[in-house]
């Protein structure tokens, strides 16, 4: 599965632990705003992805548009990844390293 992510990345993962975070999401109560706009923000760009016979996955192109994807970055987070741009990448790298001295 992939969605928007935060910080103009774009999330990747596998169905059972999307199903997972879904259910999670889904147990919010409606009537908080920030449960609200969570499931607008990724249940309304998720995508189904499959590999082709060549171990590639298409990304779709609101996808590409919202990442601004031209030199795209893999990175690993845990349960899923994320999909960066390599210049937004860095940027943030660089923040996350600063904050760990």
């Known amino acids: 599965m992939l969605s ?3 910080e103009k990345c774009i999330f990747g993962f596998d169905t059972k632990i999307w199903e997972s975070q879904s259910k999670k999401q889904l ?3 409606l009537n908080l705003r920030s449960a609200r706009n969570i ?5 309304s760009s998720a995508v189904t992805s499959s590999l082709d016979d060549q171990g ?3 990304i779709p192109g609101n996808l ?3 990442a601004q994807l031209k030199n795209p970055v893999i990175i690993g987070a845990g349960d ?3 999909i960066w741009e ?3 990448w860095e940027s943030l790298k660089k923040q ?3 904050r760990m001295k």
Not at 39 to 43: E, S
């Open 4 to 6: 928007f992510g935060f």
């Open 80 to 82: 899923h990844f994320e």
């Open 27 to 29: 147990e919010e109560p």
């Open 86 to 88: 390599e210049m937004l």
């Open 56 to 58: 590639r996955f298409i």
């Open 39 to 43: 499931r607008r923000f990724f249940f």
């Open 64 to 66: 590409l548009e919202y």
């Open 96 to 98: 996350l390293e600063n």
